[in-house]
């Protein structure tokens, strides 16, 4: 099975080596890469030391880029299936082959793991944030995303190609919703997520979030129209 | 406000949307850096369908005319836009100078571990090209595989 794990990380080096320990540990079959996203602490040093497997980008890109880094290492290696998941440690890498088995039987090209799927969203600002996104999404496909903003998302070959190289395909909510739009399928599969143990997320300061939102309202509700549609079905 | 000034703004934030909509189109404009420009076509558009805004915030600051406050506001939106286009202009050329600086590092470290490995690898050549003229001068290359001579012969 030809599967990478795309590990983004910037600043996570009290997190890195648990999250691939852990991978190890349970001997999840598959390759994988961390993308050391320009650190300021000791990310890539760590790599470096347990030899991990790590491509490191000098200059900070932010983490959609970093994705976008690890679907063009993917696409180079050509994969055929690349997953991306935190590299805080919030995701158990147990739930990968649920992900492969439903994309497997069901055939579509994106499988999301969602919290949301049989849970209930608890109450929260950031909750709501995400249900805003989901009804916009919603609003525009006519497709109902629970887990918008979850960060494990497993990618075939396809959309491999298009994530790596395409101009404004983030890894991002609006993409999906233009993915939804250009008819490509997509499911959700139920996971848990743990919280984060250390260091901080890169939401977690008001004006970032403010600005994330109106980033993707604005590119989900007005930028969508006028996007060119590829067919993707 | 005069109704020649009301269409022009009107006339001028609709192209402007049209033009980066278009960019968009043609992947030309990240789609989070076209967000002012709507946003700014939007607000000069509300001032030009309700002139009693504008005009009720001249006032409120005391300009003459509600024309005035306009010119004014769009100075101040594409100060605005330059100073942080300014700012992000720093941090690209920052990045970029980073990134040339750490490539010529690691580019430059990696030359050297290859030639160390080229150095390793060609003085144990020589040295087994030693052992090999001293021991057997006449023996052929085949002489790792001394079984295989033995049924040859």
């Given at each position: 099975m030809n599967l990478l794990i795309i590990i983004p990380a910037f600043n996570e080096a009290e997190n890195i080596e648990r999250v691939v320990f852990e991978l190890q540990e349970k001997n999840i079959p598959y390759d994988y890469v961390i993308v050391n996203d320009g650190s300021k602490d000791d990310t890539r040093k760590i790599c470096e030391k347990n030899r991990f497997n790590y491509i490191d980008l000098h200059v900070n890109v932010g983490l959609g880029?970093?994705?976008?880094?690890?679907?063009?290492?993917?696409?180079?290696?050509?994969y055929d299936y690349a997953i991306q998941i935190d590299g805080d440690g919030q995701h158990n890498p147990e739930y990968i082959d649920k992900l492969v088995s439903e994309m497997q039987s069901s055939g579509v090209d994106i499988v999301i793991g969602s919290r949301f799927v049989d849970k209930e969203k608890p109450r929260s600002l950031r909750m709501f944030g995400s249900n805003l996104i989901s009804t916009s999404i919603k609003l525009t496909t006519g497709k109902k995303i629970f887990d918008v903003t979850s960060g494990m998302r497993l990618f075939n070959k396809k959309m491999i190609k298009k994530f790596a190289y395409s101009f404004h395909y983030s890894p991002e909510p609006e993409t999906l919703a233009y993915l939804l739009k250009c008819g490509v399928n997509m499911k959700?599969?139920?996971?848990?997520?743990?919280?984060?143990?250390?260091?901080?997320?890169?939401?977690?300061?008001?004006?970032?979030?403010?600005?994330?939102m109106a980033n993707v309202l604005f590119s989900i509700l007005i930028f969508q129209a006028v996007r060119k549609k590829e067919d993707l079905s | 406000?005069?109704?020649?000034?009301?269409?022009?703004?009107?006339?001028?934030?609709?192209?402007?949307?049209?033009?980066?909509?278009?960019?968009?189109?043609?992947?030309?404009?990240?789609?989070?850096?076209?967000?002012?420009?709507?946003?700014?076509?939007?607000?000069?558009?509300?001032?030009?369908?309700?002139?009693?805004?504008?005009?009720?915030?001249?006032?409120?600051?005391?300009?003459?005319?509600?024309?005035?406050?306009?010119?004014?506001?769009?100075?101040?939106?594409?100060?605005?836009?330059?100073?942080?286009?300014?700012?992000?202009?720093?941090?690209?050329?920052?990045?970029?100078?980073?990134?040339?600086q750490e490539i010529a590092i690691r580019y430059q470290d990696n030359k050297n571990r290859i030639a160390n490995l080229e150095d390793a690898n060609l003085a144990s050549q020589d040295t087994s090209n030693i052992t090999n003229s001293n021991d057997s001068q006449h023996k052929s290359t085949n002489s790792d595989f001394p079984a295989e001579e033995d049924s040859n012969i």
């Open positions: 880029e970093a994705i976008r880094a690890g679907m063009k290492y993917a696409n180079f290696h050509s959700e599969v139920q996971v848990e997520m743990r919280d984060r143990i250390a260091g901080v997320s890169a939401y977690n300061h008001a004006s970032i979030s403010a600005k994330y | 406000m005069s109704l020649v000034l009301r269409i022009l703004l009107i006339v001028a934030a609709i192209a402007t949307c049209i033009w980066i909509c278009y960019k968009i189109r043609k992947s030309k404009v990240k789609m989070g850096h076209a967000i002012f420009w709507i946003v700014f076509s939007i607000i000069l558009i509300i001032f030009a369908i309700f002139p009693q805004i504008a005009e009720l915030l001249a006032s409120l600051f005391g300009f003459i005319s509600a024309s005035n406050f306009i010119f004014l506001f769009v100075i101040c939106a594409l100060l605005f836009k330059l100073f942080t286009l300014s700012i992000e202009v720093s941090q690209l050329g920052d990045k970029v100078a980073t990134l040339s």
